[in-house]
């Protein structure tokens, strides 16, 4: 709309220009055959009129639009997943120093130490998911029989460092050609949970997130449910092995068309290299004498793509799972910043609304000049661009006043108020229906309305939005013209009116 004015307008000057022009070169003719000096003087003259005309238009159609934020320096992008990591880090923990709330502060404070500590831990995290059936526990026990700890300790499983609904926790193991441990959790999965309840489906997801590579355990093709989890878990972006167990009970032929089905079917978000083929658990095997012999578990091929892709993304998926976590850090800081701003802004608005109500009692003033003066005070606009960080000046403050000032007679809302807050008065409090009371009561609730309308503005970045100017005071309007609300407000604007009354 602003677009589509500016060119009628511009296409209405042009219009006007050919005529205006013709115009003036007669004026200048006729004076001129008297006077050529004054006929000169008198072409200059019509000129700075014309001009000084279209400057105070341009001049209104600015105040109209959003402040231009200041350049701000363009920012190095880091140059790896860690040095992100890093900066986010460090961004978080100066956002959770301007929150003042000191229960909330500490506890953001708290995760935030949590996930740096997690950042510069010693240790890897692979949690392993599946379905029950699929051999994934058996998977767990056969990867800690094959690490160094549990070789030099006689085949025995590792010990558990926690157990909870969704699975058990053991001590970090070292590998063979891998320098840092890596800390297993042996999870039931997503789709148990799934039937057991929102609070174990929510422990499952948060195992998932905090997780630096998942093992995700299949015993034959992928059914629909698995590879919604497996999607969802590639989305939230983590690393994921698809573990395709008991090989063993089949055929090679069959084994192969699983096998390559699985590799199409996760194409999208898993690479075929991760996909691998595994026995965890092989079946017996009995010999012509009749003895019966448990082959080993073939789980050397998943143990070779976990060390591999530890030994070379190991330090970047520490960093992704910072980045991902303190995503959500980030965002319960940020909200917990606006809510803060929000406060702060709404006791400045209701500073200024009931200090109106005492300017404008002592000394009553039309309308118009009582809104210009009072109900939309450039120092509060100052103040509360200050909360939301914008440092603006109070020349450009009067300037934004004065904008909204002309958008609330123009919507009807300033003739409206004072027909809403003189029925209010002479409902509750008949007899005192004075033209300076309603008028400083006015004030008030015009200032509210101002107030409430500039801290959208502000909030927004000092962007009216789409609806411009004229939208949010509208909807300001309409929040603020509640029947409750009116009488507890004007109830209170009279309360401090009687208190100037006495002497």
């Given at each position: 709309m602003r677009s589509l004015l500016v060119l009628g307008c511009t296409g209405l000057v042009i219009s006007f220009v050919v005529p205006l022009l013709d115009r003036i070169i007669q004026i200048y003719q006729l004076v001129a055959t008297s006077s050529p000096i004054l006929g000169g003087f008198v072409v200059l003259l019509v000129m700075g009129l014309l001009g000084g005309l279209f400057f105070i238009i341009w001049r209104y159609l600015r105040l109209f639009q959003a402040e231009p934020a200041k350049p701000l320096p363009i920012p190095e992008a880091p140059t790896d997943k860690i040095e992100a990591a890093q900066d986010s880090l460090e961004a978080l923990e100066r956002q959770v120093q301007q929150i003042q709330d000191e229960v909330m502060r500490r506890s953001l404070s708290e995760q935030t130490e949590q996930l740096k500590q997690n950042f510069i831990r010693q240790e890897l995290r692979l949690v392993v998911f599946g379905v029950g059936s699929a051999g994934k526990t058996s998977l767990v026990n056969g990867l800690l029989n094959l690490s160094d700890d549990n070789l030099t300790s006689r085949g025995m499983v590792g010990a558990t460092m926690g157990t909870t609904q969704l699975g058990k926790t053991y001590a970090p193991v070292r590998f063979p050609k891998l320098d840092v441990p890596i800390q297993i959790t042996d999870c039931p999965g997503i789709l148990e949970a799934s039937a057991l309840g929102s609070?174990?489906?929510?422990?499952?997801?948060?195992?998932?997130?905090?997780?630096?590579?998942?093992?995700?355990?299949?015993?034959?093709?992928?059914?629909?449910?698995?590879?919604?989890?497996?999607?969802?878990?590639?989305?939230?972006?983590?690393?994921?092995?698809?573990?395709?167990?008991?090989?063993?009970?089949?055929?090679?032929?069959?084994?192969?068309?699983?096998?390559?089905?699985?590799?199409?079917?996760?194409?999208?978000?898993?690479?075929?290299?991760?996909?691998?083929?595994?026995?965890?658990?092989?079946?017996?095997?009995?010999?012509?004498?009749?003895?019966?012999?448990?082959?080993?578990?073939?789980?050397?091929?998943?143990?070779?793509?976990?060390?591999?892709?530890?030994?070379?993304?190991?330090?970047?998926?520490?960093?992704?799972?910072?980045?991902?976590?303190?995503?959500?850090?980030?965002?319960?800081?940020?909200?917990?910043?606006?809510?803060?701003?929000?406060?702060?802004?709404?006791?400045?608005?209701?500073?200024?609304?009931?200090?109106?109500?005492?300017?404008?009692?002592?000394?009553?003033?039309?309308?118009?000049?009582?809104?210009?003066?009072?109900?939309?005070?450039?120092?509060?606009?100052?103040?509360?661009?200050?909360?939301?960080?914008?440092?603006?000046?109070?020349?450009?403050?009067?300037?934004?006043?004065?904008?909204?000032?002309?958008?609330?007679?123009?919507?009807?809302?300033?003739?409206?108020?004072?027909?809403?807050?003189?029925?209010?008065?002479?409902?509750?409090?008949?007899?005192?229906v004075l033209k300076a009371t309603i008028q400083s009561v006015t004030a008030a609730y015009l200032t509210r309305i101002a107030g409430k309308s500039f801290i959208e503005y502000f909030s927004r970045d000092r962007d009216w939005g789409d609806g411009g100017i004229a939208e949010v005071v509208q909807r300001q309007f309409q929040l603020n013209r509640r029947d409750e609300f009116l009488k507890i407000f004007v109830q209170e604007a009279i309360n401090r009116v009687m208190v100037l009354l006495k002497p």
């Open positions: 609070d174990r489906e929510q422990e499952a997801r948060q195992i998932a997130t905090e997780a630096d590579l998942i093992v995700f355990v299949v015993d034959d093709d992928i059914r629909k449910s698995e590879y919604e989890i497996l999607k969802a878990l590639s989305e939230i972006g983590k690393r994921t092995i698809l573990a395709f167990n008991k090989i063993d009970l089949l055929t090679k032929e069959a084994r192969e068309i699983i096998h390559t089905s699985l590799r199409s079917r996760v194409l999208d978000f898993i690479v075929p290299e991760d996909v691998v083929a595994i026995s965890a658990s092989p079946r017996a095997v009995a010999l012509e004498s009749g003895e019966m012999v448990q082959p080993n578990p073939k789980l050397q091929p998943l143990l070779n793509r976990i060390l591999d892709i530890f030994s070379y993304e190991g330090d970047e998926l520490v960093a992704d799972n910072v980045l991902l976590r303190s995503q959500s850090l980030t965002t319960a800081t940020r909200e917990a910043l606006a809510q803060q701003q929000q406060m702060e802004a709404d006791k400045v608005v209701e500073k200024f609304q009931w200090l109106v109500v005492g300017v404008v009692f002592a000394t009553p003033l039309p309308v118009v000049d009582m809104l210009a003066t009072a109900a939309i005070n450039a120092q509060m606009v100052v103040e509360i661009g200050k909360v939301y960080g914008c440092d603006i000046n109070i020349e450009r403050g009067k300037e934004l006043a004065s904008s909204l000032t002309r958008t609330l007679v123009s919507l009807g809302i300033v003739k409206g108020v004072v027909q809403i807050v003189s029925t209010v008065i002479s409902v509750t409090l008949v007899g005192l």
